[in-house]
């Protein structure tokens, strides 16, 4: 399919060049981002000038989604402005769809995540012979089924927890409660943990934290405590890059929209107030609602 006009274009750039004298680079630049926007329409059947902000917003999020830096995608949204508003002053179009476009702040950056390969391989670290062990089994199988932040996973009392009913209710920010169901595999380590290893950890004491510090006297586990263990597994499970507690819960998200789950409840599950905050991981949907679309449209 041929791109779509490029009149509307080329005028911008000789714009840039001629009355703006920007560098030869800066052109090639915009040049750039500009064919990018000539390609959405054209696969849209639509020309530059007849495109919408939902359309504008559309492109923004399929450049997040093909892994562009957040500075390559703001760079592009502001040349998308400036394009429009030229083309408004040019009287080319009646009004900029672009006038306020910006990348959201919950696309800045795709969260980093894990596979489920991956996870299996960390999971299968921790000696579980050993009280502590059987503690790290359960800290890590208990992030990944629930998406807890790791503040909310090491604030844990055993009271917090109903394995029976296989849910858990954790304090997050300002002190908001949530109630967050945990998986079969998950529920099962946190048992072995209690039954076999907690009390180990104990030494005879007593303490208001389900999680414990290895070394005894009933210090609840800390946050830096359960990054560096987690580190140590990452490790020695020989995972690329820095592998953080946040990860866990970026790949809790990323699975389960994977499989088909909605948002909504992501977004209640992770403690979101906003489900903008959620939608960074849009890029899953996306990448779903394609290869559904390739596989059961008729003339895709």
Known sequence: MALASSAPVDAYLTHLTVERRLAANSVASYARD?????????GG????????????????????????SPR???????????????????GRIAASPADDLRPPRAWKALPRYLSVEDID????QPDVATPRGLRDR?????????????????????????????????????????????GDEAAAWVRRYLHEGRSALLRRRRSPRLFLNARGGGAGLTRVGFWKI??????????????????????????????????????????HADLSTTQIYTHVLERRMRTIYDQFHPRA
């Open 72 to 90: 390559s995608v703001a760079r592009a949204v502001a040349c998308y402005r400036g394009f429009y508003r030229f083309l408004a002053i040019d």
């Open 230 to 271: 987690l580190r140590g597994y990452a490790r020695r499970a020989g995972l690329q890059g820095a592998i953080s507690p946040h990860m866990l819960r970026h790949s809790f998200a990323t699975h389960l929209l994977e499989r088909g789950a909605d948002l909504r409840a992501i977004q209640l599950m992770l403690g």
């Open 138 to 182: 359960a800290l890590i199988e208990l992030l990944y089924a629930t998406g807890m932040r790791v503040s909310e996973l090491v604030g844990l009392r055993p009271g917090d927890v109903n394995l029976d009913a296989s849910y858990l209710t954790c304090t997050g920010k300002g002190d908001k409660q949530r109630i967050v169901p945990i």
């Open 45 to 68: 059947r639509a020309r530059v000038e007849t495109l919408t902000r939902a359309d504008l917003e559309r492109l923004v999020r399929s450049l997040m989604s093909d892994g562009r």
């Open 34 to 42: 500009l064919a990018l926007l000539r390609e959405f329409a054209a």
């Open 121 to 124: 391989r960390l999971l299968a």
